[in-house]
């Protein structure tokens, strides 16, 4: 990452030295050029990790903010978790390393069709409607829903009575399924269980989820108490790819292993979810093979609070996962800014200047850009186009869709910038013998730039902001990070704070640099400076 | 009144019209070097659209341009221009200067920058002479010491004279004049028209669509009355305005004089 960061800083000092001399032609590749051979790198990196294949890692994907017991990261950034526990074993029976990938909740399938690794383990549910995208192992556990509600409440014995209720649970999951299906609750659904537990006695009644999730997120809450008979029975199961039915064997083979040898069963006893109906399923004893010692790790993680001080500990060791945030939305936004403003000039060159074929393809490239959501663009390109054989790794995606994206709204201020130029000064240049594009470049451009310079900054500001979009296509940027730090540390509000302020220290020095060169461009300054002498 | 072999503005049958309104209805006539021509008419009369069309501004309908060597030519119904007509038009500019009534200076650069810029750009000249050159037309048109100041720290009459600097740069053989002194204060109009005086005096061939009749009546070789579209009298400068040849004529100047 370092070295291509000190290269685009070296090529691009080139234009800015000598602005008269280089074509905006040249600058405009050398810009290209810039951008691609940080891609190159990249994509052959990309490659060449999957060359280095020979010691066959077992590449198992997860959604791990905010994720515990299943797999997370634990207070000192390390992963853990009862999925972790049990990928790593059934890998080790498989004579194989385990290499986690994180990826989004809503990413972890349709990854798995991009082959970016070879199974996902993440509290899924095995059920028909995913069968028919994915393949599924037997159950590595097997629980129910379990609903929580604030302390003293009536008991509630069965779904019905929750009838005119506001009811909390996570974007697709079995509960939210059941939710929908009885009649008259109002089911919300959450992107973070935290978020759905803290609602409960405010925006919510109760919370039905997952009993895993509601033991380690709601159980440490005195305020919440669980309610109500099981709901349902759920099994997990791990997922791969409808093309690799061999490797669901080979996963079935091990976890037959591990379930024989009680290694499953200590691994669900430390943890604390050690279940009758896991003992049922497992023909052994219900009584917990080991003390619950991780589970009361987590619990006493989740009760420490304290002031402002511990607080700010918390967040050193936190250091690495935002500086790593915050280097990365640099690198993507820079690198896509500049994308953006080399294909937006060509565009808005294109759709003044251009004849008549050209200059339509130019304003059809920007409709079709400008009324399409970002998000959706980024999605398409890092999850759609491999259907069409084009696989893009994850950084050169996100920079594609944001730069792509921008270019036409660079396009159209550069093209408003253009036209504010009065048609005088083109005809100036051009009876002092100056050709259209001498003109364009020596006369119109250069005024033209001062003009736009403005909503570009702003523009640049923006997009700073919507890079927090690339964690869709699992890049962790500096909004990734605070998912992660604040889920890690149940603490939305002082993270928030922090990383909203790191955003602002990131776009600042650029908001100065066009701010100096503004005034520095400006002939109206300089004319107050020196007074006429007439 | 010479003839055309000597002339080095030729113009012939020139017709030029915007969609289906005709504005130029076949012009002709000829310039002799070092003249100073004065184009006069009422608004709306093609005098610009003239001037433009001799500087490939605007391009001709039909008809034929020649200028110091180079010659525009187009026959009626030839809808499409080869690269050549582009070819001879651009080497056309090089030859002609033009002044604009809104000067058209660039604000974002120095007198000195506006001066040099198609010296470096066009002719390709080392930067040490374009800025020799630009410092020493700058003095003839009284402007030396203003050399690095901005358009907008100028006066009207300074920036057309810095204008009709930036026109000479370029060593064009015939210098064209679009309304000149419309734009500025009447106060300023003089320090202009003398800058054009003293350039006629040089031998300069200079072609001035005006308004300025007394400007016209006094520095003229000959002045040009145009009316709708069509030339109505070419007459030397004293001619015109004691026995006009043409009723039209003597009914626009009855309103001046």
């Known amino acids: ?534 | 009144m010479s003839g055309a072999e000597n002339s080095i503005v030729h113009v012939r049958d020139l017709r030029k019209g915007f969609g289906d309104t005709p504005v130029l209805k076949g012009v002709g006539f000829d310039v002799d070097q070092g003249d100073l021509i004065s184009i006069i008419g009422p608004s709306g009369c093609g005098k610009s659209t003239l001037l433009r069309c001799l500087n490939a501004l605007e391009t001709l309908d039909s008809g034929e341009i020649r200028i110091a060597g180079v010659t525009l030519k187009r026959s009626e119904g030839e809808r499409k221009l080869d690269s050549h007509f582009h070819e001879l038009a651009h080497e056309l500019r090089q030859r002609v200067g033009m002044v604009f009534q809104q000067f058209n200076l660039f604000p974002n650069k120095t007198i000195l920058e506006n001066i040099t810029l198609a010296p470096l750009v066009v002719k390709e000249e080392p930067r040490e002479v374009a800025e020799e050159n630009a410092l020493r037309l700058l003095e003839k048109v009284g402007l030396g010491g203003f050399a690095n100041r901005f358009p907008a720290q100028l006066s009207g009459g300074q920036q057309q004279r810095a204008a009709i600097a930036r026109a000479l740069a370029m060593s064009p053989k015939v210098m064209l004049y679009d309304e000149p002194t419309s734009a500025l204060d009447p106060m300023l109009v003089d320090e202009v028209l003398s800058v054009m005086k003293g350039l006629d005096n040089d031998g300069m061939t200079q072609i001035v669509v005006t308004h300025e009749i007394r400007f016209a009546r006094d520095a003229s070789d000959r002045i040009i009355y145009m009316e709708q579209g069509e030339i109505v009298e070419i007459s030397d400068e004293d001619e015109i305005f004691t026995n006009p040849k043409d009723e039209r004529t003597r009914r626009f100047l009855h309103k001046f004089l």
């Not at chain 1, 809503?106 to 690794?117: F, S, T």
């Not at chain 1, 808005?348 to 393809?361: D, E, N, T």
Request: a neutral charge; aromatic letters at 10%; hydrophobic letters at 45%.
């Open chain 1, 1 to 534: 990452m370092k070295e291509p960061a000190g290269s685009f800083t070296s090529s691009f000092k080139i234009p800015l030295k000598s602005p008269f001399k280089m074509k905006p032609q040249t600058f405009l590749l050398s810009c290209l050029a810039v951008i691609l051979s940080l891609l190159i790198p990249r994509v052959s990196v990309a490659a060449e990790a999957k060359d280095t294949n020979a010691k066959f890692p077992l590449r198992w994907a997860a959604a791990v903010d905010s994720n515990a017991p299943f797999a997370f990261y634990d207070k000192n950034n390390r992963l853990t978790g009862f999925e972790y526990e049990i990928i790593a074993g059934i890998a080790r029976h498989m004579g194989r390393e385990p290499k986690f990938i994180q990826n989004s909740w809503e990413g972890l399938i349709p990854g798995l069709g991009r082959d970016l690794y070879d199974c996902v383990i993440c509290g899924i549910e095995i059920t028909s409607e995913k069968a028919q995208e994915v393949l599924f192992s037997d159950p590595y556990y097997i629980t129910f829903e379990q609903l929580v509600v604030a302390k003293g409440t009536p008991p509630i014995n069965s779904l019905a009575e929750l009838s005119g209720r506001t009811v909390g649970t996570l974007e697709q999951t079995a509960a939210l399924k059941m939710l929908e299906q009885t009649p008259n609750v109002i089911p919300k659904s959450y992107s973070e269980e935290i978020n759905a537990y803290k609602d409960i006695g405010s925006r919510l009644y109760g919370v039905l989820l997952d009993y895993p999730i509601a033991k380690y997120y709601a159980g440490p809450m005195p305020e919440l108490e669980f309610t109500g008979p099981p709901f349902g029975k759920i099994s997990y199961g791990i997922a791969v790819s409808r093309s690799h039915p061999e490797l669901i064997q080979q996963i079935n083979a091990a976890l037959a292993k591990m379930v024989a040898s009680g290694e499953l069963r200590d691994i669900l006893s430390r943890w604390g979810l050690w279940t009758p109906t896991m003992a049922e399923a497992c023909k052994q004893t219900a009584e917990p093979s080991l003390p619950d010692t991780e589970y009361r790790a987590f619990a006493a993680q989740m009760e420490l609070h304290g002031g402002i001080v511990a607080h700010l500990k918390r967040y050193l060791v936190y250091w690495p996962v935002i500086l790593r945030g915050a280097i990365l939305t640099l690198e993507i936004s820079v690198l896509s800014m500049l994308l953006a403003i080399a294909l937006g000039f060509l565009l808005a060159l294109m759709r003044v200047y251009g004849p008549f074929p050209i200059s339509q393809v130019a304003t059809l490239y920007i409709e079709l850009v400008r009324g399409t959501p970002l998000l959706i663009q980024l999605l398409f390109i890092f999850y759609g186009l491999p259907n069409i054989g084009i696989r893009l790794d994850p950084f050169v995606a996100g920079l594609l869709g944001l730069g792509l994206n921008y270019a036409a709204y660079e396009a159209e201020n550069y093209r408003a910038g253009l036209l504010a130029i009065p048609k005088g000064q083109m005809e100036a240049a051009r009876a002092l013998g100056m050709t259209h594009h001498q003109g364009l470049r020596y006369v119109v451009i250069p005024q033209a730039f001062r003009l736009v310079l403005p909503p570009v900054t702003n523009d640049f500001i923006s997009l700073l902001k919507d890079s927090s979009l690339v964690s869709a296509v699992t890049l962790i940027d500096l909004t990734g990070a605070y998912t992660r730090i604040a889920t890690q540390t149940f603490d939305y509000f002082g993270t928030g704070l922090l990383i909203a302020a790191i955003y602002l220290l990131i776009g600042l020095p650029f908001v100065r640099l066009a701010g100096w060169l503004e005034s520095r461009l400006s002939t109206d300054k300089r004319a107050s400076e020196q007074k006429p002498s007439f």
